[in-house]
């Protein structure tokens, strides 16, 4: 999967995995990423999304107004992608 990726796709996943974890990666980078991944992503009511990739489901919310992910949810993203096996 990682073959698939852009150099851009490659640093948003590097950057999902840092530590401390990082307040500053935007929701279309995550949503580049996804799609390079091959993930199906629905956009639900208001700012639900949900992204569904191997058969796993990741319910988020995208952030507004503000385009750049909060701590928690850069978390529930490396989670979900630590379960399907995607790391850096």
Not at 10 to 35: G, M, N
Not at 53 to 77: S, T
Request: net charge positive; glycine share 6%.
């Amino acid at each position: 999967m990682l073959s698939l990726m852009n150099k851009k796709q490659l640093k948003t996943l590097a950057d999902i995995y840092e530590q401390p974890t990082r307040c500053d990666v935007s929701w279309h980078a995550v949503e580049s990423l996804f799609r390079a991944l091959g993930a199906d992503i629905f956009e639900g009511k208001g700012s639900r999304v949900s992204v569904v990739l191997d058969k796993r489901v990741l319910d988020i919310h995208k952030p507004h107004p503000r385009g750049e992910m909060k701590k928690y949810a850069v978390e529930k993203i490396r989670d979900f992608l630590s379960i399907v096996g995607v790391k850096p």
